[in-house]
Nanobody
Framework: QVQLVESGGGLVQAGGSLRLSCAAS????????MGWFRQAPGKEREFVAA????????DYADSVKGRFTISRDNAKNMVYLQMNSLKTEDTAVYYC????????????????WGQGTQVTVSS
């Protein structure tokens, strides 16, 4: 079983940056693809970014492409989401998630989830 703990959320002005971190437990982290999702108030949880187990391939939602970067450090069991040029519409609770095998943009394909970290972008 994998446990995930997100950190790094907070309040930032539009145009600013934040770096989210997700710490994973377990010795088999390197076998898991990782994803970031977010959920704004009153909206469904949506895909943000994903990365393969090796880190060689990434995928992004169109809304964050060019502004957000997902990365991972398998030696430290960590995955990151660097968020630049933040917009008010990026305000949400951000979740990291993991799954065996290939990466995916579909939340139903992820087995393990963290508790989320709040990101608030003010105008």
């Amino acid at each position: 079983q994998v446990q995930l703990v997100e950190s790094g959320g907070g309040l930032v002005q539009a145009g600013g940056s934040l770096r989210l971190s997700c710490a994973a437990s377990g010795r088999t982290f390197g076998f898991y693809a990782m994803g970031w999702f977010r959920q704004a108030p009153g909206k469904e949880r949506e895909f943000v970014a994903a990365i393969t187990s090796s880190g060689s391939n990434t995928d992004y939602a169109d809304s964050v492409k060019g502004r957000f970067t997902i990365s991972r450090d398998n030696a430290k069991n960590m995955v990151y989401l660097q968020m630049n040029s933040l917009k008010t519409e990026d305000t949400a609770v951000y979740y990291c998630a993991s799954r065996r095998g290939s990466s995916s943009k579909y939340l139903r394909e992820y087995y393990y989830w963290g508790q989320g970290t709040q990101v608030t972008v003010s105008s």
